[in-house]
């Protein structure tokens, strides 16, 4: 099976064989074959986690499941992410325990013992294999959509969290979130992630807006000229659901795209889709 362009996952050993022979010998993709990479498939689910540390003490905050594939049923190209929720129920106390053991602590010991003790927001991508967790990077950032759908869940003020990790001082807070789910959809230009798309009059439905409530957007790729505001290109907002579910959340985000128009505008239908049978 083909999954891109020069990948092919093999089912077997011999099916690996195979496709390295066809591969070294310029059969399968002439001279492009001839450096082969092999890696371990990993069959599960990715999760993003985030970490604020303060070099000594830190806070791990609930899980995200980020949509990198442009379309829904995760196919098509890569993007930087078309939607995500949180938190999500793909982890238990369980499996938070087993991340927290097994990467987070010793992440941050090992980086204490070479003299570059974290402080800042350490993002951990997670692939959950048959319940274990399996790094595949970390970034030392906030994520996005990620960080839009943690920040109205945060029921501690975000300055606070960030003033005490800053500070050294996350020992002395106790992190709160709301007992909530979030959701984003990423609303994206024309020919994201293709190329650039020709600017674009963002039409918001102000009537209905009004009346949506735990509803937000939240604005990136854009401008604002003459009092209009347009789509400039990629990733060019997020319309965020905030509910007591995630079938809440989502109808919310969802009724919230419905409102926003511009020309050349798509989106994922099914973010959170993974999570709706666990819903309550
Ligand atoms: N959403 C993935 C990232 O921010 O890298």
Known sequence: MCAGKGVII??????????????LSGKSFGDAGLGVVVEEFLDGYELSLFVVCDGIDYKILPAAQD????????????????????????IDDELYKKVEERVVKPTLIGMQKEGAPFEGVLFIGLMIVKNEPIVLEYNVRFGDPECEILMPLLKTPASELFYKAATQNLK??????????????????????????KPAEIIIDKNVLDGLENTHISYAGVSLEDGKLYATGGRVLLCIGVGESIQEARERAYLLCGQVHFAGKHFRSDIAYQALKYDK
């Open 10 to 23: 093999a089912q077997s050993k011999e099916e690996a064989k195979e496709a390295v022979a066809d591969m």
């Open 67 to 90: 949509h990198k594939r442009l379309k829904d049923n995760d196919i098509g190209p890569n993007t930087g992410g078309m939607g995500a929720y949180a938190p999500t129920p793909l």
């Open 172 to 197: 002395n807070l106790t992190i709160e979130f709301y007992d909530k789910y979030a959701i984003a959809v990423v609303m994206a230009s024309e020919n994201y992630p293709y190329g650039n798309s």
